[in-house]
Nanobody
Framework: QVQLVESGGGLVQAGGSLRLSCAAS????????LGWLRQAPGKEREFVAS????????VYADSVKGRFTISRDNAKNTVYLQMNGLRPDDAAKYYC????????????????????WGKGTLVTVSS
């Protein structure tokens, strides 16, 4: 089992920045691909970004490319999502997810099938 706990959400003005963190604990969590997904009210959960075990491969949704950066620190068992240039349509609950079954690239199409999930952290963007 892997436990994931997100933090760093909050209220920010459009154009602002937030840094989300996800602390992983449990069974060799550093061996998992990690990712961020989000769900806005009334919408389906959508992929945001993912990162390989070593951190050398990252994948982003088109809607966040150039604005968001995913990174991980395996020594701290933590994955981060730096979000810059936030827009009102980025407002959502952001979830951290982990998987051993899929690569970082595959995670983009497997939002409903990832192995472990956190409870999410809420991001609100005011216009």
């Amino acid at each position: 089992q892997v436990q994931l706990v997100e933090s760093g959400g909050g209220l920010v003005q459009a154009g602002g920045s937030l840094r989300l963190s996800c602390a992983a604990s449990g069974r060799t969590s550093s061996n998992y691909r990690l990712g961020w997904l989000r769900q806005a009210p009334g919408k389906e959960r959508e992929f945001v970004a993912s990162i390989s075990i070593g951190g050398g491969n990252t994948v982003y949704a088109d809607s966040v490319k150039g604005r968001f950066t995913i990174s991980r620190d395996n020594a701290k068992n933590t994955v981060y999502l730096q979000m810059n240039g936030l827009r009102p349509d980025d407002a959502a609950k952001y979830y951290c997810a982990a998987t051993v079954r899929y690569t970082a690239a595959q995670m983009a199409g497997k939002a409903g099938a990832l192995d472990y999930w956190g409870k999410g952290t809420l991001v609100t963007v005011s216009s």
